[in-house]
């Protein structure tokens, strides 16, 4: 698949009061700056046109924009963010992809669902529940992708683990690049799995991004597996975001 467009937001200062499982210590603004220019520098690098949104103050996880919607060939989907700090920034970005999209539907809920739990292949829509996407959110969205032809199939996201994309990316038509414990759930069957090395499961959430595949920095055993499959790297420094639980896919809609 080739990607014409990202959107992308720029980090608030209020991402110090971002959401986090565990606290590792609180982002460095200035840091996590740099590392998202270096981001949306890769994504235009192939020749993307990014879209990239000004701060919102108000919703500290704003920049992780990925959870707001899925966006597929034939319309957007806006999200209903499980998390309820989170909730208002679907809206936020509903009237950027109006103007990308004809047709823009909506998760009305009482269901929640958020777009890193979704993963897209050439083949079907994966939908890991996890505690911010539940079943009455999964079903809204088969229903309304459905219309489109789309495929959607309900698996679990480990205990423990924020959103399946946490753990998975797709590398190529076949290939996820995934941890031991997802794929222990056997929800790849039929693709081919690369694992990421051991002690590395926090680099499992890179994107494949038109030629490179963009990974998080400092996973260098990864690195090379992924080298030596023939993939194209390219490496983003994610120190910051990774202390809120956010990685590669987390800070972009691609489409
Ligand atoms: C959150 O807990 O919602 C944010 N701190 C991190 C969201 C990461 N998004 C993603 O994996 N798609």
Same mark, same amino acid.
């Given at each position: 698949?080739?990607?014409?467009?990202?959107?992308?937001?720029?980090?608030?200062?209020?991402?110090?009061?971002?959401?986090?499982?565990?606290?590792?210590?609180?982002?460095?603004?200035?840091?996590?700056?740099?590392?998202?220019?270096?981001y949306?520098?890769?994504?235009?690098?192939?020749?993307?046109?990014?879209?990239?949104l000004?701060?919102?103050?108000?919703?500290?996880?704003?920049?992780?924009?990925e959870?707001?919607?899925l966006?597929?060939?034939?319309?957007?989907?806006?999200?209903?963010?499980?998390?309820?700090?989170?909730?208002?920034?679907a809206?936020?970005?509903?009237?950027?992809?109006?103007?990308?999209?004809?047709?823009?539907?909506?998760?009305?809920?009482?269901?929640h669902?958020?777009?890193?739990?979704? /993963?897209? %292949?050439?083949?079907?829509?994966?939908? =890991?529940?996890? +505690?911010?996407?539940?079943?009455?959110? #999964? !079903? &809204?969205?088969?229903?309304?992708?459905?219309?489109w032809?789309?495929?959607l199939?309900?698996?679990?996201?480990?205990p423990?683990v924020?959103?399946f994309?946490?753990?998975?990316?797709l590398?190529?038509?076949?290939?996820? /690049?995934? %941890?031991?414990?997802?794929?222990a759930? =056997?929800c790849? +069957?039929?693709?081919?799995?690369?694992h #990421? !090395? &051991?002690?590395?499961?926090?680099?499992?959430?890179?994107?494949?991004?038109?030629?490179?595949?963009?990974?998080?920095a400092?996973?260098?055993?990864t690195?090379?597996?992924l080298?030596?499959?023939?993939?194209s790297?390219?490496?983003?420094?994610?120190?910051?975001?990774?202390?809120?639980?956010?990685?590669?896919?987390c800070?972009?809609?691609?489409?």
């Amino acid at each position: 698949t080739r990607f014409s467009h990202a959107i992308t937001r720029r980090p608030a200062a209020s991402i110090t009061h971002g959401l986090r499982a565990v606290d590792t210590g609180t982002p460095d603004l200035a840091l996590m700056r740099t590392h998202h220019a270096d981001y949306v520098a890769a994504l235009r690098e192939t020749g993307a046109t990014v879209i990239e949104l000004e701060p919102l103050e108000a919703y500290p996880d704003s920049v992780f924009v990925e959870d707001t919607a899925l966006c597929l060939p034939e319309g957007a989907v806006i999200m209903r963010p499980g998390a309820p700090s989170r909730l208002g920034e679907a809206a936020e970005m509903a009237p950027h992809l109006a103007q990308l999209y004809g047709e823009v539907l909506r998760i009305d809920g009482p269901g929640h669902i958020e777009g890193g739990d979704i /993963l897209v %292949t050439e083949t079907e829509i994966l939908v =890991g529940r996890s +505690a911010r996407t539940d079943a009455a959110g #999964v !079903a &809204e969205l088969a229903r309304l992708v459905a219309r489109w032809g789309h495929k959607l199939r309900e698996v679990f996201t480990p205990p423990g683990v924020l959103h399946f994309k946490t753990d998975c990316s797709l590398l190529d038509g076949d290939t996820v /690049l995934a %941890t031991r414990r997802l794929d222990a759930s =056997g929800c790849f +069957a039929g693709y081919k799995v690369i694992h #990421v !090395a &051991e002690g590395e499961e926090a680099c499992a959430n890179a994107i494949r991004f038109n030629d490179p595949v963009i990974l998080p920095a400092g996973f260098p055993r990864t690195a090379e597996i992924l080298d030596k499959a023939g993939f194209s790297l390219r490496q983003i420094g994610n120190s910051e975001c990774a202390k809120l639980d956010g990685g590669m896919s987390c800070l972009s809609l691609r489409f």
